[in-house]
């Protein structure tokens, strides 16, 4: 089965904070995926990525950055961290359209 | 703009009582339509993945099918390990984006 492992469960940060979201997948998937889910607006994709070094943004790319140096890992960074970064979290990888499989999620909280 | 709407948002069922989810989707060039199931707390456990209006797929006490505008997740005398959120998703062709609907919450009372 495919793994896609997100490094932290749960994570507290500071307003003004550097955050990195860590996420690794473990069948060489050229395909991988930034997604936040908040409350009544679902998953929203944020950047996504198809292959080593290449991003592109999704719906809603303000405010985070992300960065894919190896096929296996993509990380999504926030420059700055604000309240409304709060939200859970998802990774996603996937071969062409088929099996996307997702991580276990981070949930964020910016205080 | 390419939408999933999911109807309804809640659904409360005694065990064994048998109900439908709707997925309604205006992505044009439809190249998948995905269900996931979503537990509190963690991240979409893929179900199924229909590709052409008339394709049904089964596992256990869930069935999911597809038209040209929507697709139904039928839940069979349903029991209380059903309860979940589930999502539908769908993809453009070309494109290997997921476009999520808000999900249903559905509650199985024992």
């Known amino acids: 089965d495919v793994k896609v492992t997100q490094s932290s469960r749960y994570l507290v940060k500071r307003t003004g904070e550097k955050v990195f979201l860590e996420c690794v997948q473990d069948?060489?998937?050229?395909?991988m995926f930034w997604y936040r889910q908040d409350p009544g607006l679902g998953l929203r994709l944020i950047y996504f990525?198809?292959?080593?070094?290449?991003?592109e943004k999704g719906d809603i790319p303000e405010g985070y950055s992300v960065s894919r140096e190896k096929k296996e890992r993509f990380s999504l960074i926030l420059e700055s961290a604000s309240t409304n970064q709060t939200s859970m979290y998802l990774c996603?990888?996937?071969?062409?359209?088929?099996?996307?499989?997702f991580g276990s999620g981070t949930r964020l909280t910016v205080v | 703009e390419d939408q999933v709407t999911q109807s309804p948002e809640a659904l409360r069922l005694q065990e064994g009582e048998s109900s439908s989810l709707n997925c309604s989707y205006t992505?044009?060039?439809?190249?998948?339509l995905f269900w996931y199931r979503q537990d509190p707390g963690k991240g979409p456990e893929f179900l199924f993945t229909?590709?052409?209006a008339g394709e049904e797929k089964e596992k256990e006490r869930l069935k999911a099918t597809l038209t040209k505008k929507e697709s139904f997740l039928h839940i069979t005398a349903p029991k209380p390990e059903d309860s979940a959120t589930y999502l539908c998703?769908?993809?453009?062709?070309?494109?290997?984006?997921?476009?999520f609907g808000t999900g249903t919450r559905l509650t199985i009372i024992p």
């Open positions: 996603a990888s996937s071969f062409q359209s088929y099996g996307y499989t």
């Open positions: 069948m060489d998937h050229e395909n």
């Open positions: 990525s198809y292959d080593v070094k290449m991003k």
């Open positions: 992505v044009s060039g439809l190249r998948g």
């Open positions: 229909l590709y052409s």
């Open positions: 998703a769908g993809t453009l062709r070309g494109n290997e984006k997921l476009t």
